[in-house]
């Protein structure tokens, strides 16, 4: 009995940290570059609604999945040309993105199935496991069998941006462009052109976050559904010192706060649902209380650069 409670807690901890991940990367290669990203909840909106669109038009959920990356991509460009060429205020901007795409979804609602709320259950779903050779182990095989696509997916992308920003020339390039541009310029780095790739790949890593929520979890898009993973992501981000690895252990740290959420609430713990809900909202503002003034991220980020500037 206690082996499957923590099978099943161990299990929870992971889908539900999924999605936080994918945002919290998001972020890394965003940040690193010196783009701050506060639209991770507005993209991770659009990836949500735009993949179970897409998965009802086609049929297929894996084409919603790259509807919903796509769009995320699309998404994270406006947030780009205001931060990078109009040299807007990042946090406004992506506060702004946030706003619309909350707003833009329940229009799109009404617009395309006359509802509002959710929309009508997605005729495909990616909610099983892949690897289906797994399930044969004993013990650790009702583990794999609740995994999803995406938890591979999630964690393959840790070691990709592990490697990618810190054992290759190009993520040199990146972290110096987010620590010092005007350095990074004068020995060739085209420090508008990193801020681009970074805040564009950044945006398809949000949008996939944003389909495991609809396509990957319950099949639909419901207004509210994102819930402030966005801002938990940014978090867990903080909480990791903007390395992939740190950042997947403070992911895994939120993703077991909720899980024990649901874990209280099934095993009829005698109090509120709301109180329980607020588990990993408190949990949140505990860790930011304890890390504040000693999470420094990239010197640059948040600060537009400008060519001209002497």
């Known amino acids: 009995m206690t082996t499957a409670i923590f099978i099943s807690l161990l299990t929870s901890a992971i889908r539900l940290a999924t999605p936080l991940l994918l945002a919290a990367l998001a972020g890394v290669y965003s940040e690193r570059s010196g783009v701050v990203n506060i639209a991770l909840e507005g993209i991770m909106i659009a990836g949500a609604f735009f993949s179970i669109w897409f998965t009802h038009l086609t049929g297929s959920a894996w084409i919603?999945?790259?509807?919903?990356?796509?769009?995320?991509?699309?998404?994270?460009?406006?947030?780009?040309?205001?931060?990078?060429?109009?040299?807007?205020?990042?946090?406004?901007?992506?506060?702004?993105?946030?706003?619309?795409?909350?707003?833009?979804?329940?229009?799109?609602?009404?617009?395309?199935?006359?509802?509002?709320?959710?929309?009508?259950?997605?005729?495909?779903?990616?909610?099983?496991?892949?690897?289906?050779?797994?399930?044969?182990?004993?013990?650790?095989?009702?583990?794999?069998?609740?995994?999803?696509?995406?938890?591979?997916?999630?964690?393959?992308?840790?070691?990709?941006?592990?490697?990618?920003?810190?054992?290759?020339?190009?993520?040199?390039?990146?972290?110096?462009?987010?620590?010092?541009?005007r350095a990074a310029e004068t020995v060739g780095i085209d420090v508008y052109k990193t801020r681009w790739v970074c805040v564009l790949i950044s945006g398809a890593l949000a949008g996939l976050a944003g389909a495991t929520l609809s396509v990957g979890t319950v099949g639909l898009f419901r207004e509210g559904m994102v819930a402030g993973k966005g801002f938990i992501a940014l978090a867990a981000l903080v909480f990791g010192k903007w390395h992939p690895v740190k950042t997947m252990l403070a992911c895994l740290f939120f993703g077991l706060c909720s899980a024990a959420n649901i874990l209280a609430q099934s095993f009829g713990v005698n109090a509120p649902t709301e109180f329980l809900a607020m588990i990993p909202y408190i949990a949140t503002i505990l860790v930011l209380i304890g890390i504040v003034g000693k999470a420094q991220g990239p010197k640059a980020s948040g600060e537009p650069y400008e060519k001209d500037e002497k």
């Open 64 to 181: 919603g999945v790259g509807a919903g990356i796509v769009f995320g991509v699309f998404t994270s460009a406006i947030l780009a040309a205001i931060a990078i060429n109009l040299k807007g205020n990042q946090v406004i901007a992506g506060t702004a993105i946030n706003l619309l795409m909350t707003a833009l979804t329940a229009f799109l609602l009404e617009i395309i199935w006359h509802r509002s709320g959710s929309t009508p259950t997605a005729p495909a779903m990616l909610t099983t496991n892949p690897l289906k050779f797994l399930e044969g182990i004993p013990l650790l095989g009702t583990f794999f069998k609740q995994l999803t696509p995406f938890v591979y997916m999630a964690f393959i992308m840790v070691f990709v941006a592990y490697f990618t920003l810190w054992k290759t020339p190009w993520g040199l390039h990146v972290r110096a462009v987010g620590e010092h541009p």
